[in-house]
């Protein structure tokens, strides 16, 4: 890791979390941001390896910040840092792109683990989540007129995956009971994770031709 | 009350017409008799007498002349009668003069012109004992009046009927009959034409959509005043303009007539509209150009003119009615069948001679079809009416029902207008706590230097987020939120290397309210933590059913167990008191059991419903 990009309007909590990310990534140049647009202007300038993106930012949601990553650099992993837990405010970014999360207010050790997982292509999965993911698929597997899109779909593995994690298995119980190693699951999850992204733009830009042909 | 006893009488008296008095035998009707013209107190004595046949109608015998005649008849008593004895004219028109034997007996009417034109009325004059003789006596009779050609109608011309001699009792009885006949009857029906008729007027000109009704009502009145001679037999008018009058009627009366038969059949043309009120204007005129001396004629031509009008109105309206199949063809049909035949007994009437009892009820008839018409008129109007009612009812029901509807629907809206006012003033709460107690909170968690200071922000931070999501949560499937439980359990549980033993059932299709799902996840991670900072256990099992409409949680730990403190108290600052408090506040309970060396059970019971009752 080489170039991290550290968006959080909390002055103390961005110092707090710069601190952590050096003892993960010592080596690592730190560019940081308080607000979406030094972000925007920061993504524009620098390629990064990692992005920290707090959600609830002063003038705009870091959503916006993940989404723009995912376009101008795909390749950086985007790291949701944030102080809500439910699906309602995660479940946008994850959408947009964004490789996971880390609650704010968990222990040093346990983000320091986090961030070395997700770093690691290890990203954390709760039951809620996992249910939002399934309820997408559901809703877009429905057969669609226009075949020109991508119809993207889970694997059966991956969908049982999905609906362990919904249950409340934690990802290596679910990796005892189907046999697999920790490995294999994570790289379910991040199979998981791409497809959401993958599908929510396909989504997008379906709404979006949907709008345009209605505003013509 | 009159009125009332004359519509009775109508209707109970016109059947029974066979006359009781007619064929009494002990009445002479003298039918011959001499005439001579003359104009002073006593029949003429010279030879210009000439012999009559009675009834004497002047228009046939003596068309021209409108002189006052003379009239002798002779009757013979063969002995001085034991009962009073009477002399009953049906009919002397239009006044007349009566002597016995050359004395005065009655007189009836005026006998200078105008001439009291009381045609219709019988007479009886009762002959007074001392002036009759055994053996001839001699009736004279003066009789004046105007000749057909100065008289609108033919009833209204000069003339004299058969004179009945006899005991006064039978004669009183043909008095009766005669008069009932010929006055009370009309003047009975006419009465309730007027009556019937103003208030269809009435009814009419207030309800412009049933104008024939208002047509109806004038045919009716004009009737009523065409037949007023009944009622006032002196007009203080000369007696040109009285016929002029009366003459004038008949187009006003066509005219509502022919209206009310076309506004009936629903049908009115603007053209008829005009020409029949000037019709009406038209023949006063012709009339008065004709002259008061040449009434007749031109009259009897306009009554021809004026009858096909009706009877063509009436042949359009019963056309109409046939086609529409309306049940009222056959009574109206009868109804101006019996008119019709009437009108052409009248219009007989004036060229040849008829029965008096014929044109008697010809008379009777016509206003009797009236009536009749102009009751099945109320009858229709007041079913239009009951109709009218009953729809305004039901319109009126609807409304309600429709206003109800609105209400109904603007009570929903307002209460989801409240909802989604609620719904978005919890979602800037739970964001504003977010932004600002949630960040001090967490600089507090990573800024603190005390561990324990950390710790409890870092609580208090999940505290609020679960106060949060209780706030704005929706139910949560109760599926769902073991799963969560059980992620949580479970992975703070082997962080801590404690082993779990996690069983619940599958597919739980019940639903917990928020509010639940964060009381008993408050319970749970209260659980949770105590058995990782307190119990020492190695080993945790959690049992979830669903019994009875109860969820039912079980965690049981192999630690030590909390043990009993002198006080009996159970609670050592392990949070047992609030985790029973929260389950109260959910209708259910939390016990606790535990002992030195034996573990812990916790055991929450809720009841489901009521778990999802609670907001």
Request: include cysteine; charge should be neutral.
């Amino acid at each position: 890791m080489k170039n991290i990009l550290l968006l959080e309007d909390l002055p103390e909590i961005r110092a707090w979390l710069r601190k952590l990310v050096l003892q993960v990534f010592p080596t690592a140049q730190i560019a940081e941001g308080a607000r979406v647009a030094d972000a925007l202007a920061l993504v524009t300038a620098v390629k990064f390896d990692l992005a920290l993106v707090d959600l609830g930012l002063p003038d705009g949601s870091g959503v916006d910040v993940v989404t723009k990553l995912r376009d101008v650099q795909p390749e950086c992993q985007s790291v949701v840092v944030t102080i809500h837990d439910d699906d309602e405010h995660l479940f946008p970014a994850l959408q947009a792109g964004a490789f996971g999360y880390i609650l704010k207010e968990q222990p040093r050790e346990l983000i320091t683990e986090q961030l070395q997982r997700i770093s690691q292509g290890e990203p954390p999965l709760s039951p809620s989540i996992a249910r939002r993911v399934m309820a997408h698929f559901a809703s877009t597997a429905k057969p669609r007129a226009d075949a020109t899109l991508i119809n993207v779909s889970l694997t059966e593995r991956e969908s049982e995956v999905l609906l362990r994690v919904a249950k409340g298995y934690t990802l290596p119980e679910i990796g005892v009971q189907l046999g697999l190693s920790r490995h294999t699951i994570a790289d379910y999850v991040k199979q998981i994770y791409r497809k959401l992204n993958v599908s929510s733009r396909a989504e997008a830009a379906l709404e979006a031709q949907r709008l345009g042909l209605f505003g013509r | 009350m009159w009125l009332l006893r004359g519509l009775f009488l109508l209707l109970a008296l016109a059947p029974p017409f066979a006359p009781p008095a007619l064929a009494q035998p002990l009445i002479t009707l003298v039918g011959e008799g001499l005439r001579a013209e003359g104009d002073g107190p006593h029949f003429p004595q010279d030879s210009r007498a000439q012999r009559v046949t009675l009834p004497d109608d002047w228009a046939r015998s003596r068309p021209a002349a409108g002189s006052p005649v003379w009239y002798r008849v002779a009757f013979t008593l063969p002995a001085a009668p034991q009962a009073l004895s009477a002399v009953q004219i049906a009919r002397a028109c239009a006044s007349f003069e009566l002597r016995l034997n050359g004395h005065l007996l009655h007189r009836s009417g005026r006998m200078t012109e105008p001439y009291t034109l009381d045609c219709d009325r019988p007479h009886l004059v009762s002959l007074p004992p001392a002036l009759l003789r055994t053996g001839e006596n001699v009736l004279d009779l003066r009789l004046v009046g105007y000749p057909l050609a100065a008289v609108a109608a033919r009833s209204r011309a000069a003339a004299l009927s058969p004179l009945a001699i006899g005991p006064l009792e039978p004669l009183q009885a043909r008095q009766r009959l005669q008069a009932t006949l010929q006055m009370r009857l009309p003047q009975a029906l006419g009465a309730t034409l007027l009556l019937t008729g103003g208030f269809m007027f009435v009814l009419g000109f207030l309800n412009r959509r049933e104008s024939h009704l208002a047509y109806f009502g004038a045919l009716s009145v004009g009737w009523a005043l065409l037949d007023a001679q009944l009622w006032v037999q002196q007009w203080p008018l000369p007696h040109a303009a009285v016929e002029l009058m009366l003459a004038a009627l008949l187009p006003l009366l066509a005219w509502a007539a022919v209206q009310f038969l076309l506004r009936y059949a629903h049908w009115r043309h603007r053209a008829i509209d005009l020409a029949l009120p000037l019709q009406a204007l038209l023949m006063p005129s012709t009339l008065l150009a004709a002259g008061p001396q040449r009434l007749h004629g031109p009259v009897l031509a306009w009554s021809a003119l004026l009858a096909l009008e009706v009877a063509a109105a009436a042949l359009f309206y019963l056309q109409r009615q046939w086609r529409e199949r309306s049940p009222s063809f056959w009574l109206m049909g009868a109804l101006l069948l019996v008119v019709a035949i009437c009108g052409g007994v009248d219009l007989a009437a004036q060229f040849t001679h008829l029965p008096e009892l014929a044109q008697a009820l010809s008379r009777l008839a016509l206003p009797l079809m009236l009536v009749l018409v102009g009751l099945r008129l109320v009858q229709q109007h007041s079913l239009a009416r009951q109709q009218a009612e009953v729809s305004r009812t039901l319109l009126e029901q609807r409304v309600r029902e429709a206003a109800a509807e609105i209400e109904r629907n603007f009570r929903q809206l307002a209460e989801l207008k409240v909802e989604q006012v609620t719904e978005r003033e919890r979602k800037r709460i739970a964001a504003d706590l977010h932004d600002d107690l949630g960040a001090k909170l967490l600089t507090i968690v990573h800024t603190s230097e005390s561990d324990r200071i950390s710790t409890l922000a870092r609580e208090a931070l999940e505290e609020m987020r679960l106060s949060v999501r209780g706030l704005t949560g929706r139910a949560v499937r109760l599926a769902d939120a073991l799963g969560d439980w059980r992620a949580e359990v479970v992975s703070r549980l082997a962080q801590a290397g404690i082993e779990t033993d996690w069983s619940a059932p599958e597919d739980l299709p019940q639903t917990l309210s928020a509010r639940a799902y964060v009381q008993t996840t408050r319970i749970l991670r209260e659980a949770t933590s105590n058995i990782i900072k307190h119990s020492g256990a190695s080993l945790c099992a959690v049992h979830c059913q669903v019994r009875d409409g109860d969820f039912q949680l079980v965690v049981r730990d192999n630690g030590e167990g909390i043990s009993s403190e002198p006080d009996g108290r159970l609670d050592r600052g392990h949070g047992m008191a609030t985790m029973k408090q929260r389950a109260k506040q959910l209708q259910g309970q939390c016990l606790i059991e535990s002992g030195p060396g034996f573990g812990t059970v916790i055991r929450l019971t809720l009841p489901l419903e009521r778990a999802l009752e609670l907001p």
